[in-house]
């Protein structure tokens, strides 16, 4: 059998198991065979960290809200963004909120959702450039924090920290946000690149997982108090 067939077959068998000695094994043996098996772990051992896997958008963010924010309200939809967390209020409203009715919701978090994994970066633009193109922040309280997650790690950064950037002057906000090569994307993932770096705060959801509820619960859960 081929060694690098052997060692896959064995991989798979450890899939779910995070241990450190293994990985420095499976590094040195990959490493050393031709590029395509390289490059097959390299996949491996990223889907390895992966929480969830083979699975679509909406169900990602279903998931995150039971997994991660149960005690809040993920029911919300707030303009075009794709996941919103709100505390849990006696009257929840659900479906789309009109001009004027955001006013009353204190959103703690917006974010963007993603299938697969994608740079937190690119994906707080992409999020960015949506609130910017429909000027949500005028229809809704802005939140404490917007966000990103994918299927393998979720980011945060306050809002405050990047706002400055929906008030540039002479630009066109009109772009499809999730074009990653207009020149806009580029201006505005430049433009809160320094930013982002200096006060987000990224998470791998099995890694990290009770760093993540705590910072959930001492960050996100206390933003409007």
């Known amino acids: 059998m081929n060694v690098a067939i052997l060692v896959m077959n064995v991989a798979i068998l450890v899939m779910n198991v995070e241990n450190p000695v293994f990985d420095r094994i499976l590094k040195i043996i990959f490493f050393k065979l031709p590029t395509t098996n390289t490059i097959q772990y390299i996949c491996f051992s990223q889907k390895r960290t992966m929480k969830y896997q083979n699975i679509r958008e909406e169900e990602i963010k279903n998931k995150v809200g039971q997994d991660f924010f149960s005690n809040f309200d993920t029911t919300k939809i707030v303009g075009n963004i794709d996941f919103c967390v709100s505390h849990k209020t006696k009257n929840i409203t659900h479906g789309s909120l009109t001009f004027g009715e955001g006013w009353g919701e204190v959103s703690l978090l ?25 000027r949500t922040f005028d229809k809704f309280l802005p939140p404490a924090f917007l966000g990103a997650f994918d299927s393998q790690k979720i980011g945060f950064v306050p809002y405050n920290a990047i706002m400055d950037v929906f008030s540039m002057n002479d630009f066109n906000w009109n772009v499809t946000p ?5 020149r806009e994307f580029k201006i505005i993932k430049e433009k809160i690149e320094n930013e982002l770096f200096q006060n987000h705060y990224v998470y791998n ?9 705590f910072f959930i619960k001492h960050n996100i859960a206390k933003a409007t108090e």
């Open 110 to 134: 917006w974010a963007e959702a993603k299938r697969g994994t994608f740079d937190v970066l690119t994906m707080i633009t992409q999020l960015v450039l949506t609130i910017g193109k429909a």
């Open 205 to 213: 959801f099995l890694k990290d997982e009770a760093e993540l509820h």
């Open 178 to 182: 999730s074009n990653h090569e207009t």
